[in-house]
């Protein structure tokens, strides 16, 4: 069973950036994807970020694509997302996602995933 957990989410003002980070339980060598999504009141989780973890293949969603990087710290098994250049429209709750096998989809969606996060709120005013 794994158990992931967000931190990181505040507030932040438009421009500015904010790093969350996805601290994964178990051993992340048995993470076969990892992903970021979000989600507003009303709307759809939306996939903001897929990792393939033994890989490293990583796509990002066009609405954050050259303004958010991820990055891995293995030893810590945890997965960073860093959020650049924020607009409102970026606000919302983050959840963490992670599945230990299945089928491969260039942008997996929110059904895939078998494993999440409680979540970690971004507001950017």
């Known amino acids: 069973h794994v158990q992931l957990v967000e931190s990181g989410g505040g507030s932040v003002q438009a421009g500015g950036s904010l790093s969350l980070s996805c601290s994964a339980s178990g051993d992340f060598a048995d993470m076969y994807n990892m992903g970021w999504f979000r989600q507003v009141p009303g709307k759809e989780r939306e996939g903001i970020v897929s990792?393939?973890?033994?890989?490293?293949?990583?796509r990002f969603a066009d609405s954050v694509k050259g303004r958010f990087t991820v990055s891995q710290d293995k030893a810590k098994n945890m997965i960073i997302l860093h959020m650049n250049s924020l607009t409102p429209a970026d606000s919302g709750m983050y959840y963490c996602?992670?599945?230990?096998?299945?089928?491969?989809?260039?942008?997996?969606?929110?059904?895939?995933?078998?494993?999440w996060g409680p979540g970690t709120q971004v507001t950017v005013s």
């Open positions: 990792v393939y973890v033994s890989s490293g293949v990583t």
């Open positions: 996602a992670a599945r230990t096998g299945g089928a491969w989809f260039p942008f997996p969606p929110a059904h895939a995933f078998d494993y």
